[in-house]
């Protein structure tokens, strides 16, 4: 049993009405700005740019992730996403390659000098992934995983946490908190999409979340429109919705062979709809005052 550590800003944020003190703008002097990768592959979220973040759902061979991460590179992309430990609805489908998986990763971080984001599903592994990783993932699934929350926010890396499938906005800002509490200074918020009634689209993306989120911390806030629509065709639309509404940075699944991907094929972006959409997100960036 891992003892509970106490924060060092309990005493200071005790009698604040927030649950979020922490992650709060108001109790907090200026945005945040969260650095991932080292050197000239360093890239900055919460500032004036908005990176893009690509790369497949699930590593699943060298060929694969080369091919993805050199289209990555090409399209301007300036972050490397991929799963190795891949939490899957079903226990029967695709599970992830595991280290091997975090091993190619590294490996395409070397080729290409894009810094790498990947999942992180236990406590356990935290220390793990940390080796290999730019930026630790906390998926939808494991928002309200509070030992795994506090053992990446002991962490020496970023941490990247998505919103639950049924996570309210002060929900995701409360797991923010643990991470901060625990803490490691350095999260970046990420809408997903949510679960709603509606089943044109795999999950509902809630881009009002972004304006809120701006209102109520100083954390960036990142917009997956792969998972928060389930489908290539609404990718781009979504994307660039989601570069007005003044998303910190975006998150897109790209497979150079989507038919036949392992895991979320028919949400992948191919490489050419990459390097077609690229362009067109630099021109709303500009639109809002930001920058690719
Ligand atoms: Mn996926």
């Known amino acids: 049993m891992v003892p509970i550590e106490k924060s060092a800003s309990e005493a200071e944020i005790e009698g604040v009405p927030e649950p979020y003190a922490l992650a709060s703008l108001e109790l907090h002097p200026g945005r945040t700005v969260v650095t991932v990768g080292r050197g000239t592959g360093a890239v900055t979220f919460g500032g004036a740019r908005v990176p893009v973040v690509a790369g497949p759902c699930a590593v699943e061979s060298w060929e694969q992730l080369e091919a993805v991460a050199r289209a990555a590179r090409a399209a301007g992309a300036r972050l490397l996403r991929g799963g190795a430990f891949k939490p899957r609805s079903s226990p029967y489908t695709f599970q992830g390659l595991g280290e091997e998986g975090l091993k190619l990763l590294a490996r395409a971080r070397e080729l290409t000098g894009l810094p790498v ?55 995701l800002l409360m797991a923010a908190e643990y991470v901060l509490a625990a803490g490691n200074p350095e999260v970046i918020l990420c809408e997903r999409g949510i679960r709603t009634f509606e089943r044109a689209t795999r999950n509902t993306l809630d881009l009002s979340a972004v304006p809120v989120l701006k209102e109520l911390t100083h954390l960036p806030v990142l917009v997956d429109p792969s998972h928060g629509t389930g489908k290539r065709s609404l990718v781009p639309a979504m994307a660039l919705a989601a570069v007005a509404a003044g998303a910190d940075g975006l998150l897109l699944e790209v497979h150079p062979d989507p038919a036949r991907a392992r895991s979320d094929g028919p949400q992948s972006l191919t490489p050419a709809d990459l390097e077609a959409l690229v362009p067109r997100l630099a021109a709303v960036a500009s639109a809002v005052g930001r920058e690719l």
């Not at 494991?142 to 030992?147: P, V």
């Open 117 to 171: 984001v990947t999942e992180v599903m236990s406590p356990d592994a935290v220390g793990l992934v940390a080796e290999y990783a730019d930026c630790l993932q906390i998926g939808a699934r494991n928002m309200q995983n509070y030992d795994l929350l506090r053992a990446v926010g002991r962490a020496s890396k970023p941490v990247l946490l998505k919103r639950a499938l049924s996570g309210t906005i002060e929900e």
